[in-house]
DNA sequence: CGATCCCGCCACATT
DNA sequence: AATGTGGCGGGATCG
């Protein structure tokens, strides 16, 4: 028969192998031999099958020499065709078919159908997912490998992976034991659990104070970080079965690659990840250097891994559309949360709820923030050279030891991006237009639109939808809304941050923000030195997560309705499609947005000026502060994003969107302010957290709180990112600090300043803001526009409400304010892509917070969705609350 | 042209 | 030394 074959076949491309034979599939077999057979070899290219039919192809494609082997090993079955096993006739005759008709074309199978991910099914198509516990599988490598006809070299891919998940253990030479997925989401929930460890207390870490961080930094890596490296992979429990035994070996790479790969999007609030960035977190060393070619190989076997990853169902392909174009991406599809299975021992259970946004978030910036962003990913890679100046010399610095280097890396990378993050702001500062100040926010918005820089976008979506939002309030929403009443103020245009907005930025390294009219930027600039040497190490936490990147999405858009153009649809859409999922994320950003209003506001002129970002960062040391910021982000994010979210999980339609767009564009123009600010985003982008915040004041938005902090109001917050270390800073406009040049006094109100810090104090985060926010009840004063109501946050619209769940409310973040919103987020929709993302389980510990602030209810809520759990970050949080209080 | 990623060389580990 | 493993990256394909 095979001869038959492959006398057609024969023709041509002896070549490699593929072997594949059709016979075999009777199934028959015997035993299977641990010897490797060999490769098949010459196999000429079958022809025709149909691609669908691997099966078919790969058995047609065996070579003789395989079906011998095979029939005394046994063939398998074919997937897809198993069944028939027998059936070669089958086979064969579709084989001639094919052959004769379609010879030509077939041919030989096209790439995709040698693919990895096919390969992958077959080989998933043999095993039980959930065998019987009684019966063994054992699997003989050269066995399937000759059987599904492929070399053996490629087995041993998707076995590394399939290892790295517990679904198959090495019992010996060439024997694997399979077992199927009865311990996955253990296995997963391991892997969120070192996931949150490993990068996750990076994090944390550099929210701590840098000192503390440094020495902690010292140890927690180490720690953490070590395992990274040197462990091997975690090793989950069981060392299974067999032998893992001597795990000697360097530890794979591929296995390693792969359970970091997975933990960065368990931990991942959007469970989305780039490959960029996922790359940059998995490249260890060389941090700055790294040269371009590691980074591709590396990202060639991310390719590996998802493929593998993919055939599983644990994760899917997704396109982030930055702005500058559309970036691969995968997202997570598989289980969240793993319920109890495992024990953690950790404690808390990272999982689901990760963080709201996070990440990357934010950045703003579209153009600015991709270019800078390439710039940094390509070149800097390669290149070392830097990128950014800032960061290189950052990085430069830092190198050393090997530990050190690790951190380092994550830390240039932290750097990078940050500096990035920098030009871009500067940039945008330059130029107003770009800035506008929207377009940072956009990014606390959810996930999804974190994917997408465009803030605008964002903008406009909250309100569309809902316009009711109570949100308002929220800061986040705060562009938007047109609650806000300051923001009218402005109007249009200019912005500016009235009155309101206060704020400030902080530099930190990594993030950044930008308010919106308003000022200048200076701060932010000016910050970042600072930042610098804070950030180091923190960076370097931070770094791991990825964070670094960031990147945001753009949007592109892509969108159906959209409409495209109008940015704000274009937003919407973007959302909606993050809901569905598969789309693209793209999001869409306007760039220009909106338009209008807001960006009259902004405007240039205004805007520019205006804003400036502020990084800050809080440390680490003090919890409080960074919670605050987290707060402020997640209120703001929430806000938007909730609206947003739901509506567009609600509505998906762009239809709808539209709408929504015009809303939005009306209240934008309402609320001229909110360009307030922006955002910022964290280099590193998962880590950080970064933040900001917004700017506005809108009163209510920020609100927060108010309650406790009362002073915080802020209209911003940022957070630091990890990277960020310390900085701190804050001002607000009104405060004016000194760093910020705020010019304008149109803070004003000063009041913000409060922030509490004391409370906060230490930490970091504060915030500024200017004016004030709201802090409803808390502060006095409630600075500008009054009329915002606190709480606003709180409600949030109703739906948001539901949909985050509320979350907000909560939220504890009294810093911010806002936090309210924050929350939220995160659950419902996990989905939200977040590219860069990958901290975010962190945050949403942050978020949680709960304790605090708080409605329970709506943690409730969230609860629901995910675990929280309190982490410490959430208590301390909740203390220095108190404390403040 | 960038995204994918197949293919298989070759080094290192194990037998 | 033979064979098992698997890092790695050239370069072909795909979209």
Avoid at 1 to 26: G, H, Y
Wanted: one cysteine or more; proline letters at 10%.
């Amino acid at each position: 028969e095979n001869i038959f074959d492959r006398s057609r076949m024969a023709p041509k491309t002896p070549i490699k192998n593929e072997p594949v034979d059709l016979s075999k599939q009777k199934g028959c077999t015997p035993e299977r031999n641990p010897i490797t057979p060999v490769k098949l070899v010459d196999r000429p290219q079958p022809d025709p099958w149909t691609p669908t039919a691997n099966l078919k192809m790969l058995v047609s494609a065996a070579s003789p020499d395989m079906r011998d082997r095979e029939k005394k090993k046994e063939l398998f079955r074919p997937i897809e065709n198993s069944e028939q096993s027998d059936t070669p006739d089958s086979l064969q005759y579709v084989m001639v078919d094919d052959s004769t008709v379609d010879e030509f074309e077939k041919q030989r199978p096209s790439r995709k159908q040698k693919s990895l991910g096919l390969l992958c099914q077959k080989f998933l198509a043999r095993y039980p997912s959930y065998p019987l516990s009684t019966e063994k599988t054992t699997i003989s490598l050269d066995e399937v490998a000759s059987i599904l006809g492929v070399e053996r070299r490629r087995i041993y891919d998707i076995v590394n992976v399939l290892e790295s998940l517990h679904l198959v253990s090495r019992v010996a030479k060439n024997q694997y034991c399979w077992h199927g997925r009865h311990n996955l989401s253990q296995t997963l929930k391991t892997l969120q659990e070192a996931g949150e460890l490993q990068y996750g207390e990076v994090m944390t870490f550099f929210q701590h104070k840098e000192q503390d961080l440094e020495y902690k930094f010292g140890e927690r890596k180490k720690e953490t970080i070590p395992d990274s490296q040197n462990r091997p992979l975690l090793d989950f429990s069981e060392p299974d079965c067999t032998s893992a035994s001597a795990n000697s070996r360097k530890d794979k790479s591929l296995r390693i690659m792969s359970q970091k790969f997975v933990m960065l999007f368990l931990v991942s609030k959007t469970k989305i990840v780039t490959l960029d960035i996922a790359a940059k977190i998995l490249i260890e060393e060389t941090q700055d250097t790294v040269d371009h070619s590691k980074f591709k190989t590396k990202v060639r076997r991310l390719y590996d891994i998802a493929n593998v990853l993919t055939s599983l169902g644990l994760i899917k392909k997704v396109h982030v559309t930055e702005e500058r174009g559309r970036k691969p991406a995968f997202k997570w599809i598989g289980p969240v949360e793993f319920p109890g299975k495992t024990g953690n021992p950790t404690g808390h259970s990272p999982t689901s709820n990760p963080l709201p946004r996070t990440q990357r978030g934010a950045c703003a910036p579209y153009q600015i923030c991709a270019t800078g962003k390439q710039r940094f990913t390509r070149h800097a890679s390669f290149n070392n050279a830097q990128p950014c100046e800032g960061t290189k010399r950052k990085v430069s610095s830092e190198p050393s030891s090997p530990r050190q280097e690790r951190q380092d890396e994550y830390c240039s990378k932290m750097i990078s991006l940050a500096a990035v993050c920098r030009q871009k702001i500067e940039e945008d500062t330059s130029n107003p237009s770009i800035t506008s100040p929207l377009s940072h926010l956009p990014v606390l918005g959810d996930s999804d639109f974190y994917v997408n820089p465009l803030p605008q976008a964002v903008f406009p979506v909250v309100q569309a939808d809902v316009p009711s939002l109570s949100l308002p309030n929220g800061i986040s929403s705060h562009a938007l809304h047109p609650s806000t009443p300051a923001a009218s103020k402005t109007e249009n245009g200019k912005p500016t941050l009235l009155p309101n907005q206060p704020f400030l930025c902080f530099p930190s390294s990594s993030l950044f923000m930008l308010c919106s009219g308003l000022q200048e930027n200076n701060v932010s600039e000016t910050l970042p030195t600072t930042a610098d040497v804070g950030n180091r190490s923190a960076e370097a936490q931070a770094a791991v997560p990825p964070a670094a990147c960031q990147k945001r999405n753009s949007r592109k858009c892509a969108s159906p309705s959209a409409p495209a153009d109008d940015e704000e649809p274009a937003a919407k859409k973007q959302i909606m499609e993050h809901d569905h999922g598969d789309v693209p994320l793209s999001l869409v950003v306007p760039k220009k947005p909106f338009e209008s209003p807001k960006a009259e506001s902004t405007p240039g002129s205004g805007c520019t000026s205006a804003a400036h970002l502020e990084v800050f960062h809080l440390d680490l040391t003090s919890p409080a502060a960074p919670e605050a910021a987290d707060n402020a982000d997640k209120e703001s994010t929430k806000s938007l994003n909730s609206q947003k979210q739901e509506k567009w999980s609600q509505n998906k339609d762009p239809d709808e969107a539209s709408s929504g767009k015009e809303h939005i564009s009306k209240e934008n123009a309402n609320q001229p302010f909110l360009p307030q600010y922006l955002y910022v985003q964290p280099t590193a982008g998962l880590s950080s957290f970064n933040f900001l915040v917004s700017g506005n004041q809108a009163p209510g938005a920020i609100n927060l709180t108010a309650s406790q902090l009362p002073s915080l109001s802020i209209p911003c917050v940022v957070v630091p990112s990890a990277a960020l270390a310390s900085f701190p800073l804050v001002c607000s406009p009104t405060i004016t600090s000194p760093l910020s040049p705020v010019p304008d006094g149109s803070f004003s109100a000063a009041t913000s300043m409060n922030f509490s810090m004391s409370g906060l104090a230490s930490t970091t985060p504060v915030f500024i803001g200017t004016t004030a926010v709201v802090t409803p009840k808390v502060s006095p004063t409630p600075p500008v526009d009054p009329q915002q109501p606190a709480h606003p946050a709180l409600h949030l619209s109703p739906v948001l409400a539901r949909s985050c769940g509320a979350v907000k409310l909560d939220s504890p973040v009294q810093c911010m304010g806002h936090p309210v919103t924050l929350l939220k987020l995160q659950q419902p929709s996990s989905t939200p892509l977040t590219p860069k993302s990958i901290r975010p389980a962190r945050h949403e510990a942050f978020f949680k917070t709960p304790g605090s602030l708080g409605d329970p209810v709506a943690w409730k809520k969230n609860e629901g969705n995910q675990t929280r759990n309190g982490s410490s970050v959430q208590r301390r949080l909740e203390i220095s609350s108190t404390s403040t209080d």
